[in-house]
């Protein structure tokens, strides 16, 4: 259905670059959200994660997308600190599974691999919806994702809904008692707070949504 859409390789990598420009500039918002109801680290933690991968991403320019995702969140496992690691480092390294070691993926595999590596962060985090972690963006936006596939609508159209129902999930995050990670233990201090993970977990979607604009 979806065999005239093509994202390539060098989609990936403009993805990837752009992710780390969002790391720098992000990088105090980001911190801030996390100085609220956390330990202060989440935008400094990305910033390395990022710089990292750019540094050693001309290294990674001839991989299949698949080897290609695997290096980036083992990049960020390694490198990025707090429980953000292993979630981002599990979301990056499993997205590229369902590309099947190929140079480019149809829109159809591509929303495959958002699935895969939503559902790593998923199992890696046991966190589900409404905890106020980056579930509550990123499981509401998968969800619009594969409904808007199922109805057969246009890329375009089905990731501008995956992205919004992200955005709206971040925003359910302000209102909510934490159930997980440091800002469990700030019980109803932490209410009227967005989770710094929902925030970044909203921007990386925003940014493969605004890459595949310039595509489709
Ligand atoms: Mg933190």
Known sequence: MYKN?????????????DLAVMAEVERDYLTKLDSLIGDSDHGINLSIGFREVTKKLPEWENENITAFFKKVGMTLLGKVGGAAGPLYGGFFMKLGEPANNKEEVDFGEFC???KN??????????AIIADK????????ALDALMAAVEAGQQPL???DKCVKAGEIGRDSTIPLIAKKGR???LGERAIGHMDPGSA???MIL????ENMKKRF
């Open 117 to 126: 590596g939503v559902e790593a962060v998923e199992s890696r985090g046991k």
């Open 206 to 209: 925003n940014i493969f949504y």
């Open 5 to 17: 859409y093509i994202l390539d390789k060098d989609y990936f990598i403009q993805v990837v670059k």
């Open 133 to 140: 972690t980056m579930v509550d963006t990123f499981r509401p």
């Open 157 to 159: 159209d089905a990731f």
């Open 112 to 114: 495959n691999m958002i």
């Open 183 to 185: 800002a469990l233990r």
């Open 200 to 202: 970044s977990s909203y």
